[in-house]
Each structure stands twice: as structure tokens, then as C-alpha cells.
């Protein structure tokens, strides 16, 4: 069944779910939970994929559901529901892709959830590669948490590390240096505060729109103000 109208398609697949069983149901209930995922209606793609997994013959499709539910709650913002659910997994069943992506869950879910301890092991792994979004956002997750330790020198050496690796995901490498200013000015080391945050708003070439200039022009404001 296609559709130009999703929501159409989703009140169509759901009346083929409330039919029972059999194989036209299971490939139903995995098209409704895959449109309701992409509309960004988490609660409905999870009762999809929470049935799915209780009826789907097929392996792949069980292995769907299960990814999906751990999606599905993160996206929801259920933090610790994803956590469970991702604890659960066998992940050695996944593939390459949905194995990243269960480990980014975990790892972010536990940061979220300020269980900083659990996350951090996960966040260096998945931040050996930092070509990838995820990879980087790790990284910065690394970045933030010992910022908010106020261990600065760490800040320092992993931002730089964080640079030197050449990535291409600008967007993380500047939240990442706002946080390297941020630490200067903590320090009231208002001189390399400044100098950073004018470097970033120098170079940083914004591929979306992001708030990324509008945080560092804040920043400079107020340093303007202390310093007078």
C-alpha cells in the first residue's frame, strides 16, 4: 500500500491490524509502526512495533520490532524505558548499523539520565570514529561531562584531540570549542575566552540553521559587558 497521504495510510494499515492474524497483519502493523516512527509519532510507532514483536513470524521483522521499541522510546524522551529495552537485545543478532545505534541509545540514555558513569565507557567507544554524527556527538558529550566536573585541562586536550581528528561534523566540533570558551571564561581568562569565540563565529560555516553563531554572539556580549 502507497500513499502520498501517511496519515491516510496509517488509519488504513491500523484497520488491517484490528483484522487478527496472519501474514497480510504482520506486514501491516510493520508499515504502520515505520510511518508513525518517520511522522514523529513515537507513542503510536511504539504500540506498532510492541505488537509487531508479539506477533511477527518472520525473524527480521521480530528483530525490527525490537529495535524499534528501544527507538522509539529514546525518541519519546522514555529514557529509561530505551535503557531496558536496550539492555535486552541480544545484540549479537544485530547488524553493524542497528548494533550503532543501540549502543548511541544506551549511551546517550545514560548520559540524559545522569548515570554519567554507565555512559562514558559507551561514549569513548562510539567516539574512536569521529567522522560520524554520532561519533562526534559522543565526543562532545565526553567534552561536556568534564566541563561540568570543572576539569578544564581535560576540556582543553579533548577538543583539541577532537580538532586534529579531521572531522567532518562541524556542527559538534563548534558546540565543542563554545565549550573550550566557556571554560576560559569560568577561569575569567576573558583574553582566550573572546579570541575562541571569534575564531568559532570566523570559521564555522553553518550547513542548516542551527544556533551555533546566535550562542557564540550571546557569549561575546557578555564578556564585552565584563570587561568595559
Same mark, same amino acid.
Given at each position: 500500500?502507497?500513499?502520498?497521504?501517511?496519515?491516510?495510510?496509517?488509519?488504513?494499515?491500523?484497520?488491517?491490524?484490528?483484522?487478527?492474524?496472519? +501474514?497480510?497483519?504482520?506486514?501491516? *502493523?510493520?508499515? #504502520?509502526?515505520?510511518?508513525?516512527?518517520?511522522?514523529?509519532?513515537?507513542?503510536?510507532?511504539?504500540?506498532?512495533?510492541?505488537?509487531?514483536?508479539?506477533?511477527?513470524?518472520?525473524?527480521?521483522?521480530?528483530?525490527?520490532?525490537?529495535?524499534?521499541?528501544?527507538? =522509539?522510546?529514546?525518541?519519546?524522551?522514555?529514557?529509561?524505558?530505551?535503557?531496558?529495552?536496550?539492555?535486552?537485545?541480544?545484540?549479537?543478532?544485530?547488524?553493524? +548499523?542497528?548494533?550503532?545505534?543501540?549502543?548511541?541509545?544506551?549511551?546517550?540514555?545514560?548520559?540524559?539520565?545522569?548515570?554519567?558513569?554507565?555512559?562514558?565507557?559507551?561514549?569513548?567507544?562510539?567516539?574512536?570514529?569521529?567522522?560520524?554524527?554520532?561519533?562526534?556527538?559522543?565526543?562532545?558529550?565526553?567534552? *561536556?561531562?568534564?566541563?561540568?566536573?570543572?576539569?578544564?585541562?581535560?576540556?582543553?586536550?579533548?577538543?583539541?584531540?577532537?580538532?586534529?581528528?579531521?572531522?567532518?561534523?562541524?556542527?559538534?566540533?563548534?558546540?565543542?570549542?563554545?565549550?573550550?570558551?566557556?571554560? #576560559?571564561?569560568?577561569?575569567?581568562?576573558?583574553?582566550?575566552?573572546?579570541? *575562541?569565540?571569534? =575564531?568559532?563565529?570566523? +570559521?564555522?560555516?553553518?550547513? +542548516?540553521?542551527?544556533?551555533?553563531?546566535?550562542?557564540?554572539?550571546?557569549?561575546?556580549?557578555?564578556?564585552?559587558?565584563?570587561?568595559?
Amino acid at each position: 500500500m502507497k500513499s502520498d497521504k501517511p496519515e491516510l495510510a496509517l488509519d488504513a494499515y491500523m484497520k488491517v491490524m484490528q483484522q487478527g492474524e496472519g +501474514s497480510f497483519v504482520e506486514l501491516a *502493523t510493520l508499515n #504502520y509502526a515505520r510511518i508513525a516512527y518517520r511522522l514523529e509519532k513515537y507513542k503510536k510507532a511504539l504500540e506498532g512495533y510492541s505488537t509487531l514483536s508479539i506477533i511477527a513470524k518472520l525473524p527480521n521483522n521480530k528483530t525490527e520490532a525490537e529495535v524499534g521499541r528501544i527507538n =522509539s522510546f529514546f525518541m519519546d524522551k522514555q529514557y529509561e524505558n530505551a535503557v531496558a529495552e536496550a539492555q535486552k537485545i541480544q545484540v549479537q543478532n544485530l547488524d553493524e +548499523s542497528d548494533r550503532g545505534r543501540v549502543k548511541y541509545v544506551l549511551a546517550k540514555s545514560y548520559f540524559l539520565l545522569g548515570e554519567r558513569t554507565k555512559a562514558l565507557p559507551i561514549l569513548k567507544e562510539i567516539a574512536k570514529n569521529k567522522a560520524v554524527p554520532e561519533g562526534a556527538e559522543c565526543q562532545y558529550m565526553i567534552i *561536556t561531562n568534564a566541563f561540568d566536573n570543572g576539569d578544564f585541562s581535560t576540556v582543553e586536550k579533548e577538543v583539541f584531540a577532537f580538532s586534529d581528528s579531521n572531522t567532518p561534523q562541524t556542527y559538534w566540533l563548534a558546540k565543542s570549542f563554545i565549550l573550550l570558551g566557556d571554560s #576560559y571564561a569560568e577561569r575569567e581568562d576573558w583574553e582566550q575566552a573572546e579570541a *575562541t569565540f571569534k =575564531s568559532i563565529l570566523d +570559521s564555522y560555516k553553518s550547513t +542548516s540553521k542551527d544556533d551555533i553563531a546566535d550562542q557564540v554572539k550571546m557569549r561575546l556580549s557578555k564578556i564585552s559587558k565584563k570587561t568595559k
